[in-house]
């Protein structure tokens, strides 16, 4: 989910992507008109697929040799054959004959090898590169100790590309499916040099939709039908236009005049509507949880957040039920740890991920405990109150709930705990997270394909979104483990990640609030969407109006 690092963003990227779709036969006075209208919490910050922060809505104007369909599994995308050898490490796709950008130029093998190497291209400043991570000369790539060039992909011929990997990956396919590995047209980034995606005609696009009306800074924009897009014909829907509504009883009253088709709902509005016809609830694998800086510049609170006992203190003082049944009221559920839950199954005994990476005492309630590790972390650093702030995106709505819910519940529970709640934009929240300048940040991570792994990189010691610079030595071999040498033997490389993320729970490195769920008003006469919960959660190739 998707890759998210504001809580302002996931609802800004969730309800860009939430869009639900409209579309049906060819429109004739007969028939309803095929566009839909959907609300936008946040301007749409790029549409450099090299650059973006998150790739909730672009699957549907960026594809790649796959795409993702319904529940969660991959489908039919750019390539139309595929080839995998033995060892399970050379890949060989064939494009499409008829794949075409949207300005008609035909889609080749050196597109995607462009594309890859220019996302990797440090000059780029791409944060995502680690998904290139076990594809060959991945990682030194990413440390810097290797040219972009180098990356394991080649065109064999115009039709044909070649990918190698360092080892097999049980992902690797709906990898694949992912906007991030999609192609990028040369010829335009060179045409438009410094213009190249500052407005929505400086792109080309390879998916159903394109951008229109996008410059950069707009409230307003639309997606618009593909017409040399290679599977048009299934395409209904016209067009889909956004609009920025940061406010959710604005949206509710547009909704209720017609003028959207969609509305994210409070709390209290779900109260009020959750008997009505049109109320939806969307499940998403998106963590809410808290980070803390194990480098804050601030030597008294690097030493208190850097405490063990303190950390485990606050996750303890956390009511997670109460949060999610009474604070938030949205279908959100309580965790287990960090990896959601209904993203992965143990191979061997079906099990869920997120049943196997519990641990006594780590994301429960109890207070009594939380007193006394609370106590322990006061002796330990030699203090008899901490005071420390909590960093969070305004535009998300529930982000201001969410903080005032930790101020109460942390000041009430652990005497001589203060609390300082900064919301701030979402776009200042994620620069001041990138940078370091925070004590607690209140962040989220979404899937970007269903496997445990998604949100196992993130507290690497060599992740970039790694903000609070957490590092365990143990768990970096942990996933390594799982990353090479049980990359071929799934049942082995599952257990490398329960024990990781059991590591997690443990040092509470990162403390897992909730995991999100959003309730919406829905036109019911909107058909067609495929929703998942991970990657590319909106797919608007199928829906129509009826």
């Known amino acids: 989910m998707n890759r998210w690092t504001s809580l302002g963003l996931v609802t800004a990227v969730v309800a860009l992507g939430v869009g639900l779709a409209a579309c049906g036969k060819s429109t004739t006075s007969a028939q309803p008109k095929q566009v839909l209208k959907l609300p936008a ?78 996302t990797l291209t440090p000059a780029t400043k791409s944060t995502y590169t680690y998904l290139f991570s076990g594809i060959k000369n991945g990682d030194k790539i990413i440390a810097g100790k290797m040219s972009p060039n180098k990356i394991g992909i080649h065109a064999k011929n115009q039709q044909t590309v070649v990918v190698q990997l360092t080892k097999p990956m049980a992902y690797f ?50 997606f618009v039908k593909n017409n040399n897009y290679w599977d048009h014909k299934v395409v209904k829907l016209h067009k889909i236009n956004y609009q920025v509504v940061t406010n959710q009883q604005t949206g509710l009253g547009l909704y209720q005049n017609k003028k959207l088709d969609l509305a994210q709902l409070t709390n209290e509005q779900v109260k009020n509507y959750k008997n009505d016809a049109e109320f939806k609830e969307y499940p998403y694998s998106i963590m809410i949880h808290l980070k803390y800086n194990f480098k804050d510049t601030d030597a008294t609170k690097r030493a208190a957040l850097s405490n063990r006992n303190l950390r485990q203190a606050i996750a303890l003082s956390i009511n997670r039920q109460q949060l999610t049944k009474k604070v938030l009221g949205d279908g959100s559920v309580t965790p287990t740890g960090f990896v959601t839950s209904g993203l992965a199954k143990d191979p061997k005994t079906g099990e869920d991920f997120a049943q196997q990476q519990a641990v006594k005492n780590t994301t429960t309630y109890n207070p009594t405990l939380a007193k006394q590790k ?48 900064q919301n701030v934009p979402a776009q200042v929240a994620q620069q001041r997270s990138q940078s370091g300048d925070f004590d607690l940040y209140l962040s989220h991570w979404g899937a970007d394909f269903n496997d445990p792994i998604s949100f196992m990189q993130i507290p690497l010691s060599s992740n970039s979104l790694n903000y609070g610079q957490w590092s365990s030595k143990t768990y970096d071999q942990l996933i390594a483990k799982a990353q090479n040498q049980d990359a071929a033997t799934p049942e082995k490389r599952w257990q490398d990640m329960v024990q990781a993320a059991k590591l997690l729970n443990t040092e509470q490195s990162f403390t897992p609030l909730y995991q999100a769920n959003y309730a919406y008003l829905q036109r019911s006469t909107v058909k067609g969407v495929i929703h998942n919960t991970a990657g590319t959660q909106w797919s608007y190739k199928y829906a129509y109006i009826k």
């Open 173 to 222: 396919k709906i990898l694949m499916a992912y906007p991030l590995f999609a192609p990028q047209n040369e010829k335009v980034v060179k045409q438009y040099g410094k213009k190249y995606a500052t407005k929505s005609q400086y792109m080309v696009y390879s998916g159903p939709f394109k951008i229109e009306n996008w410059k950069g800074t707009s409230n307003t924009w639309s």
């Open 41 to 118: 919490t946040a301007q749409l910050y790029t549409i450099d697929l090299a650059k973006a922060t998150g790739y909730g809505q672009t699957g549907n104007v960026f594809e790649s040799f796959y795409r993702l369909g319904k529940d969660g599994k991959v489908a039919p995308g750019l390539a139309d054959k595929v080839q995998e050898s033995k060892d399970q490490k050379t890949w060989t796709f064939h494009i499409r004959d008829n794949a075409k950008w949207s300005n008609g130029d035909k889609i080749t093998a050196k597109d995607f090898v462009y594309s890859w190497r220019r």
């Open 374 to 421: 609370w106590q322990k972390a006061l002796k330990q650093l030699g203090t008899k109150e901490v005071k420390l702030s909590v960093l969070a995106g305004n535009d998300d709505p529930m982000a201001s709930t969410v903080t005032q819910y930790l101020k109460g519940q942390l000041e009430k529970t652990l005497p001589g705990f203060k609390l300082n709640i």
